[in-house]
């Protein structure tokens, strides 16, 4: 319960209206202005696969602490209709506020109940009559926020320029800000002393305010990647679309493709040629790309996809978060074959983990799948400013023009006992080879020779033993000798880590492994983890616990493990992990 | 000055007639009319009996998967644009799996020759009726004879924006040479349609029926392929089946539109890390 004067550290604002409300230009407005006053963010975007007419909210939170994901509790909500009131006030936390349109309430909710506060505030009708437009609501609404809030308004000022004076002139900026000083002069008279969440400010720091799927994209153009190609789907796309604008300005090339199934074959002939290709889909994408994944596989053409994993299954909840397509990429496409599937749990990570993917891709030609989540991937956090002196372009046997012509007769899938055969490119003198989708020998030609199968199929499959130690390890975070033991992969990084320190408070003292890794499965370490638990909880956002039963199928020791699903298509809540490990116990 | 030897990696194995050894003759012509050096040549090639052709040519060979080649090599084209690319498919391959490529390479325009082996039959999957087989084809597959109308590649093509449609017969090796050297010297994506005979499964369309059935264009001085209204025409006439450059036109390829004039192929260009200006658009997250 945030008192007056008490000092809050950790706070939670949810924008709810209908889609089309501009509900999320509101939100990331004041998701700037708190980066920009030196607090650290973490926004969450539940949103309809709708354009507009159908609910939807925003939650900008904001902590003096690093934070990755949303927190428990709602803290100052405003709400553009009812709808949104009757969903989540549940969700306001003790000593909330809401503030409401309520212009079209039946029966309003007490103005307090249980330490929490509700006011109707008339955003719609203060617009229409103030500017004649009902968009300014969303700019009254702020202003309440900045004097809620305590904001620094030269900060709230810059950052409505930055976003109008360019695109829409002087004049538009000049009536929004009035709208924002209306919003906050309503909000005085509305809002009692006591019932405020002043912040403190900080220096703005150094740090990133952006999303996961945007990370991802400036991460593949550092990397190299210079063809790119993909088909629209949600909540991939806006990867796509901030290279759209990049690549060309970098001598490569994005294009969009008629399905998925061309978007997969064109990036193999892209890499096949010699370019850093990706492409980035969602869970249907992925399903339409499983044939090609497998002759990435065969024929050992390095490629990246990028799953950033939605509802499913089939058509599913598009918009939402979910982390049920692991077993796709591990298990999916007909016949064996290696690939290997990387699980960032940070915005910083998805910027790393795609530079590695890259490199992991040429050095052992195969398909390297990024697994992410719609909750981080469109939800904007603060990173802490990319390393670019770390990033290495590392592209493997690739040979140049002046090793190849040396070498006396080149086989492409020449036997190795790294299983990695060196790598020649079209238009190179003395590399002509096939790229087989059929079973074939070392130059690539079909061959159905029994004894060369299982030569070829081993070599293949020996990759990813070599690949082992160049792996991103698990992670262990939490204090050594901790019993309880939580293990995840992605998006639960943040609630976890904030579980732990819930279930500290109780008393109890838990660890967390971070896989970061799916495949090749990093048996020793998990073993290691798990041989240090008395008791393990595997937490994941899907039905069947998908994470768990690769554990179960990896794992030669026997481990207690529970599973803590969360297949409502949002993310987990902190609370909801520590109470369920405090009752099980 | 190279031979058409010079292309020929091994003797192929398909069956004795098969319209594919036309083909692979062509090719090979034209391979060397043009100069072609076999490590500048990518041919990419999908599933059926032509799949086999990588296997006896000599060039940087790529076999995709089923109904797969127009991606592939709109990869490999538009990553490297100084490679010549030929993607070869059969009637399945291009017209029923792989259809959606079909239309949208048309409408894209890649600089890459396409030709279609079509023997109106699944003959690698033993004698299947196919997109382009006639209406009440009987076959393993349609043993009460098949219902559905027949596809017309080339009028297809042409809706689609083709700039480039011709119909060879394998047949007649010369006049497919002909073709093909035409469509790999055109700026924009190629379409030879190969009238193909597949003499174990189909017997229906042999070689003599195709004869009865083709009248050819290329002889005709009153046909002006520039003229779209007649190529719409001719592929429209329900009887005989035209061959020859039916459609042309001068079109900007695709890369001319998304490649700079000087700009080197993306596989040559750096990829080392230029910090000082990613450091410039990391600014904008901020």
Redesign the interface.
């Known amino acids: 319960m945030h008192k007056k004067g008490k000092m809050i550290t950790d706070i939670s604002v949810m924008i709810a209206g209908m889609a089309g409300d501009g509900v999320l230009f509101t939100g990331n407005v004041l998701a700037k202005i708190l980066k920009r006053q030196g607090w650290e963010i973490s926004t969450y975007r539940d949103f309809p696969s709708n354009i507009r007419g159908e609910p939807t909210n925003y939650t900008i939170r904001a902590s003096l602490e690093r934070i990755h994901g949303r927190g428990d509790d709602i803290d100052v909500f405003i709400a553009f209709d009812c709808d949104a009131i009757f969903k989540h006030s549940r969700s306001l936390a003790e000593g909330g506020i809401l503030l409401c349109d309520g212009e079209d309430f039946v029966a309003p909710p007490p103005s307090k109940s249980k330490a929490r506060t509700y006011h109707r505030f008339p955003l719609r009708k203060l617009a229409i009559s103030n500017f004649g437009k009902e968009i300014f609501k969303n700019m009254i609404a702020l202003g309440a926020l900045c004097y809620i809030l305590d904001l620094d308004f030269r900060v709230v000022e810059r950052i409505i320029s930055e976003a109008f004076l360019k695109r829409k002139g002087r004049e538009v900026v000049r009536k929004n800000i009035q709208a924002i000083h209306l919003g906050c002069e309503q909000a005085k008279e509305t809002v009692a002393p006591e019932e405020l969440h002043a912040l403190v400010k900080r220096r703005d720091s150094d ?4 999303s996961g799927d ?1 990370a991802i994209a ?1 991460g593949a ?2 990397a ?1 990647c ?2 790119f ?1 993909a088909y629209p789907i949600c909540p991939a796309t806006e990867i796509w679309q901030w290279l759209a604008v ?1 690549l ?1 300005q ?4 994005v ?1 969009q ?3 998925e ?17 990706m492409t980035s889909t969602s869970g249907p994408g992925g399903s339409l790309m499983m ?2 994944f497998g ?1 990435a596989g065969m024929a050992e053409i390095p490629i990246v996809v990028v799953d950033v994993q939605r509802a499913g299954p089939s058509t599913g909840m598009p918009t939402k978060t979910e982390q049920a397509d692991l077993n796709q990429w591990i298990y999916g496409s007909h016949g064996d074959f290696p690939r290997i599937v990387l699980s960032p749990g940070t915005v910083e990570e998805c910027f790393e983990f795609i530079i590695k993917a890259f490199n992991l891709a040429e050095k052992y030609q195969c398909p390297v799948i990024l697994l992410t989540e719609q909750d981080y991937g469109q939800g904007f956090r603060s990173a802490k ?2 390393d ?2 770390k ?1 290495e ?1 590392e592209r493997g046997k690739l040979l140049s023009q002046e090793e190849l012509i040396n070498i006396k007769d080149f086989k492409r899938y020449e036997f190795m006992p790294d299983g990695i055969s060196p790598r020649a ?14 079973e074939h020998d070392e130059r ?3 061959d159905e020779d029994p004894e060369i199968r299982v030569r070829m199929m081993k070599k293949r499959m020996e990759k990813l033993k070599s690949a082992s130690k160049d792996l991103i390890a698990p992670k262990i975070w939490g204090k050594r000798d901790a019993e309880i033991g939580i293990i995840g992969f992605g998006s639960t990084f943040g609630p976890i880590q904030e579980a732990i320190t819930q279930l500290e408070k109780n008393g109890i003292r838990a660890k967390y492994l971070q896989m970061r890794t799916l495949w090749p499965f990093p048996l020793k370490k998990v073993e290691e983890f798990l041989a240090t638990c008395k008791k393990t909880f595997v937490v994941e956002n899907n039905f069947s616990g998908q994470l768990s039963m690769l554990l179960k199928s990896q794992v030669r020791t026997p481990f207690d493990a529970r599973n803590i699903l969360n297949y409502s298509s949002q993310a987990f809540r902190p609370r909801e992990i520590s109470t369920h490990i405090q009752k099980a116990l | 000055m190279r031979k058409d030897k010079d292309y020929h990696l091994t003797d192929p194995t398909w069956c004795k007639g098969c319209g594919i050894y036309g083909i692979f003759a062509a090719l090979k012509k034209v391979a060397a009319t043009l100069d072609l050096d076999p490590e500048q040549l990518v041919i990419v090639t999908g599933i059926g009996c032509h799949g086999r052709l990588n296997n006896y040519f000599l060039s940087y060979g790529f076999h995709a998967l089923h109904g797969r080649t127009l991606p592939v090599a709109s990869g490999v084209k538009l990553s490297n644009p100084s490679l010549s690319v030929l993607a070869i498919s059969g009637d399945g391959d291009a017209y029923s799996i792989g259809l959606g490529h079909f239309i949208h390479s048309l409408r894209w325009n890649i600089n890459i020759t396409y030709l279609v082996v079509d023997n109106r039959i699944y003959a690698l999957t033993q004698g299947q009726t196919s997109p382009t087989s006639e209406t009440g084809f009987v076959s393993v597959s349609t043993p009460y004879g098949s219902k559905e109308l027949n596809l017309n590649g080339p009028q297809l093509a042409l809706a689609s924006g083709g700039s480039f449609i011709a119909r060879g017969f394998s047949g007649d090796p010369a006049q497919l040479s002909r073709l093909i050297k035409k469509g790999m010297r055109h700026k924009g994506f190629a379409l030879i349609e190969v009238l193909s005979p597949c003499v174990t499964h189909n017997k229906v369309n042999t070689y003599n029926w195709f004869k009865k059935n083709i009248y050819n264009l290329d002889d005709d001085s009153n046909y002006d392929a520039k003229d779209k209204m007649k190529a719409w025409k001719k592929l429209s006439a329900e009887k005989k089946i035209p061959l020859g450059l039916i459609y042309v036109e001068k079109r900007p390829s695709y890369e001319d539109l998304v490649f700079r004039k000087e700009a080197e192929p993306i596989v040559s260009g750096d990829l080392g890390v230029d910090a000082p200006r990613l450091e410039k658009i990391m600014e904008k997250f901020k």
């Open positions: 740090m990133l305010f952006l945007e400036f153009l550092a190299g210079r063809f190609a990049y060309p970098f001598n490569g090339l294009v493709t008629e399905d199934l061309a978007a997969m074959n064109m990036i193999l002939g892209a890499s096949y040629a010699g370019a850093r290709a044939e090609a002759l400013r990319f670019l002196s990033v372009i490119l079209p238009g190179m003198k003395n590399g002509l080879h096939m790229v087989e989708s059929n690539g030609y079909r």
